[in-house]
């Protein structure tokens, strides 16, 4: 057992939205080195990838260099600095001040992925996947037949799931609504459960996407979700698509992608760079 770590060495190095952080597991606690560089603000940088209109993870940690500002959703706003210790609250917003980059340690914060309390809205990998064609493999192989299929197919997936360490949230008709501990988890599953797929003589198509939502008792809901539905619908037969912000959380992974074009997805604003698994 490690009992002494530096962040020359992390756990874990991720580039997100201008921001880079580096996390270290030791005792049993995550901790994490953020830095934000000079101009850099989350509404600015971070929002435009994981939507909503405040930050709504919590931040609990000390400023190690560089000076930061806040405001709170009620409108209040103050100053971090050097050897600050702070205990932000969901609902805010935070910019690096001056000319110094801004760097925290953290113990509780950035990478808030599914904990939380009902009402809460966090930030979450989502990962949809469904079968194609499904109605003509369910018309050729007959109900009975095809219930059967598709139950053992839902249990391999539940397997797959849980290995990665996510929770399927729901099934939808001949596919699922899942969601995961870190981005590479998630694309990792999708990969898994092409493949178990394949072995029943099915092809899935899957979308991987990174954004905001609510938790409603074991539901989650958002237009993160309704975004990842629309990046799963714009994939072809055994292909997974993913959305950059995923992409850029596993920079660190040995997850691969290739750049899969622009595409308008159904009642999205905008045209969406999307990016194509690799395995």
Not at 8 to 28: K, N, Q
Not at 91 to 120: I, K
Not at 161 to 182: H, N
Request: some cysteine.
């Amino acid at each position: 057992m490690d009992h002494a770590r530096t962040f020359d060495d992390p756990d874990e190095r991720i580039e997100f939205g201008g921001a880079t952080e580096e996390l270290i597991t030791i005792g049993g606690l995550t901790v994490s080195r953020s830095v934000q560089p000079v101009g850099w603000r989350w509404s600015e940088h971070f929002k435009p990838l994981v939507g909503g209109h405040w930050c709504q993870a919590h931040h609990v940690g000390i400023q190690l260099s560089g000076r930061q500002g806040i405001v709170l959703e009620d409108g209040s706003t103050f100053e971090i600095g050097p050897g600050d210790l702070y205990d932000l609250p969901p609902g805010h917003d935070g910019w690096t001040l001056g000319d110094e980059p801004s760097v925290m340690l953290e113990w509780a914060g950035m990478r808030r992925w599914m904990a939380g309390s009902q009402g809460h809205r966090i930030l979450a990998t989502i990962l949809f996947t469904d079968i194609v064609d499904s109605t003509g493999t369910a018309d050729s192989l007959g109900d009975e037949a095809w219930h059967d299929l598709l139950a053992m197919h839902f249990h391999r997936i539940g397997d797959v799931v849980e290995r990665f360490r996510g929770r399927v949230v729901t099934t939808t008709g001949d596919g699922v609504l899942a969601t995961f501990d870190a981005a590479a988890g998630a694309v990792r599953a999708a990969i898994a459960i092409r493949t178990l797929a394949a072995e029943q003589s099915l092809s899935i198509r899957a979308g991987v996407h990174v954004g905001e939502v609510e938790l409603a008792g074991e539901d989650v809901r958002g237009l993160s979700v309704h975004e990842a539905s629309r990046i799963m619908a714009a994939a072809g037969a055994g292909e997974i698509l993913a959305s950059e912000a995923v992409v850029a959380l596993c920079r660190s992974s040995d997850v691969s992608f290739e750049d899969a074009g622009e595409h308008e997805l159904k009642g999205l604003p905008d045209r969406w760079h999307l990016h194509r698994v690799v395995d």
